[in-house]
């Protein structure tokens, strides 16, 4: 069945290109949303004092993506901590929001909120989620020069670091490569080897948790340390843990185990089972300080919970 959900998620631009990549999505359109004159122009909603949002509205149908998987994508797009402002733009007009139009959406993305929340708070103890869930009262497409507009404009202004492309594509090749595969090795290991061959890290692999330990298994890059404790290192702290541990400086984190002294920074994101224990984690190493951040921590969540 065809469904929509509006997503303001800062300048329309980018973020009507993001959905455009999205399988399943059928249409995206750019306006303006939940502010309170009628057909609102570009310069009046620009005065900032329109109250509507830059809103991008995505058709998609439900039988080839879910509400909760879109607004898990929209989220790995944004900083929700941030108010009225995303990448260098600022004003009303960027907030973040998520608008439904249906009460049974409304229901699933109240529960993706509370765990969006949770992750920010696992993240930035001391932030709050700025991301408006609400209705949609009103939306009004934009002027035609705004649709497709970086189609239209290759190498025009984006506030979308570039990377969310490279992952929103790595992210649906990878699921489709995994389909019907039930062997989690063979899902480790075909993840590890995209992840590395798209992102060029210096090293993509897997621990899996085994007893007390956790134990090496599919990766890619040079030679790494065979098991790790609980606890120890990066790797057993963020299964202690159970929580994504982004390590801008390794020579910061104590306790850091270096497999190789050319790793500089890190992630580590844990996998759960079903009831929510960690199975496993996927650890990346890069030879540059600082190389991760939300978007990384985000896209490689949702690669995690693929695998
Ligand atoms: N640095 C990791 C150990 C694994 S290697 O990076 C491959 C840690 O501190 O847990």
Not at 47 to 56: I, L, N, P, S, Y
Not at 117 to 133: D, G, K, S
Not at 277 to 286: E, F, G, N, Q, R
Request: aromatic share 12%; charged share 25%; hydrophobic share 40%.
């Amino acid at each position: 069945m065809e469904k929509e959900i509006y997503f303001a998620g800062g300048c329309f631009w980018g973020v009507e290109h993001f959905f455009k990549g999205v399988h399943g999505v059928t249409d995206v359109r750019c306006g303006y949303a939940n502010g309170i004159p009628d057909n609102p122009s570009y310069e009046e909603v620009y005065t900032d004092k329109t109250g509507h949002a830059e809103t991008v509205r995505v058709r998609y149908n439900d039988e080839r993506i879910s509400l909760q998987e879109l607004t898990r994508l929209f989220f790995a797009t944004i900083d929700p901590s941030l108010l009225n402002r995303q990448g260098h733009d600022e004003g009303t007009r960027y907030r973040t929001g998520v608008f439904y139009t249906s009460e049974d959406d409304a229901a699933v993305l109240r529960q993706e909120f509370a765990r969006q929340e949770e992750l920010l708070h696992q993240e930035m103890p001391e932030a709050a989620m700025q991301t408006e869930l609400l209705p949609l009262s009103k939306f009004f497409p934009a002027e035609e020069y705004h649709h497709d507009y970086l189609d239209k404009n290759p190498g025009g202004y984006c506030h979308l670091d570039f990377k969310v492309f490279v992952y929103l594509q790595l992210y649906q090749d990878l699921k489709a490569l995994l389909e019907g595969e039930t062997d989690s090795v063979a899902r480790m290991s075909e993840a590890a080897a995209l992840i590395a061959e798209r992102m060029k890290f210096f090293w993509t692999g897997f621990y899996r948790v085994i007893g007390r330990e956790l134990v090496l298994g599919p990766f890619q890059g040079p030679a790494a340390c065979l098991r790790i404790g609980f606890g120890r290192g990066v790797c057993g702290t963020s299964w202690k843990q159970a929580r994504t541990i982004v390590v801008p400086d390794v020579e910061e984190f104590p306790g850091h185990i270096a497999c190789s002294s050319l790793s500089r920074s890190e992630i580590v994101v844990p996998l759960f089972d079903a009831d929510g224990k960690v199975t496993a984690v996927l650890d990346i190493d890069s030879t540059s300080v600082g190389t991760f951040d939300r978007t990384d921590a985000s896209f490689l969540r949702l690669i995690a919970d693929l695998v």
